[in-house]
């Protein structure tokens, strides 16, 4: 075992590190669940939105993360730091429209669109298995997903205030999500 360098001391710090394998999910490890929604990303191209929208639903509850095709990858160097290690712990997986069509089927799960215009979240009905999709920080979600979506919720605004960053958005909707059931 080596001695940690003293004050003074020229010799190079010791330094460990290793290489580990990211976990791979898939969108059936994925199952929304009374008070655990899923999260579904629309094209969040910001490495660092990505990281931290990862970050919050882990910390929130949420039962995974669904990053559709035009996301910035959840392994950039900067989207993990956001993350700050949540992506290692919590499901994510890739996915496109279509298949997200068919896991919605096949677990039966309802789809909520954040949508500035759509209903105020307070004041909808909370489905048993819910996926809150949030879109493209400039373009909202795409009109694809949109369709699949059973209802598009937002959060009230103060007057004059347009749009909220696309994470904080989503830590708003999951926290109203678990605190409603």
Same mark, same amino acid.
């Not at 490890?29 to 882990?58: C, H, K, S, Y």
């Not at 949420?62 to 993350?83: E, F, I, T, Y």
């Given at each position: 075992?080596?001695?940690? $360098?003293?004050?003074?001391?020229?010799? /190079? $710090?010791?330094?460990?590190?290793?290489?580990?394998?990211?976990?791979?999910?898939?969108?059936?490890?994925?199952?929304?669940?009374?008070?655990?929604? /899923?999260?579904?990303?629309?094209?969040?191209?910001?490495?660092?939105?990505?990281?931290?929208? #990862?970050?919050?639903?882990?910390?929130?509850?949420?039962?995974?993360?669904?990053?559709?095709?035009?996301?910035?990858?959840?392994?950039? $160097?900067?989207?993990?730091?956001?993350?700050?290690?949540?992506?290692?712990?919590?499901?994510?997986?890739?996915?496109?429209?279509?298949?997200?069509?068919?896991?919605?089927?096949?677990?039966?799960?309802?789809?909520?669109?954040?949508?500035?215009?759509?209903?105020? #979240?307070?004041?909808?009905? #909370? $489905?048993?298995?819910?996926?809150?999709?949030?879109?493209?920080?400039?373009?909202?979600?795409?009109?694809?997903?949109?369709?699949?979506?059973?209802?598009?919720?937002?959060?009230? #605004?103060?007057?004059?205030?347009?749009?909220?960053?696309?994470?904080?958005?989503?830590?708003?909707?999951?926290?109203?999500?678990?605190?409603?059931?």
């Amino acid at each position: 075992m080596r001695d940690a $360098p003293q004050r003074g001391d020229r010799r /190079a $710090p010791h330094l460990d590190f290793g290489i580990i394998e990211p976990p791979h999910w898939s969108l059936g490890d994925i199952v929304p669940a009374t008070g655990r929604p /899923a999260i579904v990303l629309d094209e969040v191209r910001d490495p660092g939105n990505v990281g931290v929208l #990862l970050r919050t639903a882990f910390a929130l509850g949420a039962s995974g993360a669904v990053l559709l095709k035009g996301c910035a990858d959840p392994w950039n $160097p900067k989207a993990l730091r956001a993350s700050m290690g949540a992506s290692l712990r919590f499901p994510v997986a890739e996915a496109v429209a279509a298949t997200l069509a068919e896991w919605q089927r096949e677990h039966d799960v309802v789809l909520w669109a954040a949508d500035a215009s759509g209903t105020p #979240l307070t004041r909808t009905t #909370l $489905p048993e298995r819910l996926a809150i999709v949030v879109g493209n920080e400039g373009f909202g979600v795409s009109q694809t997903v949109a369709a699949l979506a059973a209802q598009r919720v937002s959060i009230p #605004l103060a007057r004059g205030a347009e749009s909220l960053n696309v994470a904080v958005a989503a830590g708003i909707m999951l926290h109203e999500v678990r605190r409603a059931h």
